[in-house]
């Protein structure tokens, strides 16, 4: 049974940083790729950011959070992890992690197509919620 927990989620003023953490288990596939997600209060779910492999790890991050989260795993305790640093009112939003280990998308090269594949298809976590203040 594939199960992914995320952790980490609170209040937290504008400015400041949280880290989300997303155990997972039960993934026996050898490869598969992995990434956040977010839903903001009457809004649509959208892409954070993923790690993945195009010729080495890569990552990749909607421009919204760019140059303020940072997406990493520790591959000891099957953890991926969310660094959020100058958090603002409109990140919040209950964040979850996903995963996908399929060719279809495994096969895709970018992080925006990846991101799209595990969107369509993959396993979800039941998420966290971020809220942040002004």
């Known amino acids: 049974q594939v199960q992914l927990l995320e952790s980490g989620g609170g209040s937290v003023q504008a400015g400041g940083s949280l880290r989300l953490s997303c155990k997972f288990s039960?993934?026996?596939?050898?490869?598969?790729?992995i990434g956040w997600f977010r839903q903001p209060p009457g809004k649509e779910r959208e892409g954070v950011a993923v790690l993945y492999t195009a010729g080495g790890s890569t990552t990749y991050y909607a421009d919204s959070v760019k140059g303020r989260f940072a997406i990493s795993q520790d591959t000891n305790t099957n953890t991926l992890y969310l660094h959020m640093n100058s958090l603002k009112p409109e990140d919040t939003a209950v964040y979850y992690c996903a995963a996908d280990w399929s060719q279809q998308c495994l096969s895709r090269t970018s992080g925006p197509a990846v991101l799209a594949r595990l969107e369509e298809d993959n396993y979800w976590g039941q998420g966290t919620q971020v809220t942040v203040s002004s």
């Open positions: 039960g993934i026996t596939a050898s490869t598969y790729y």
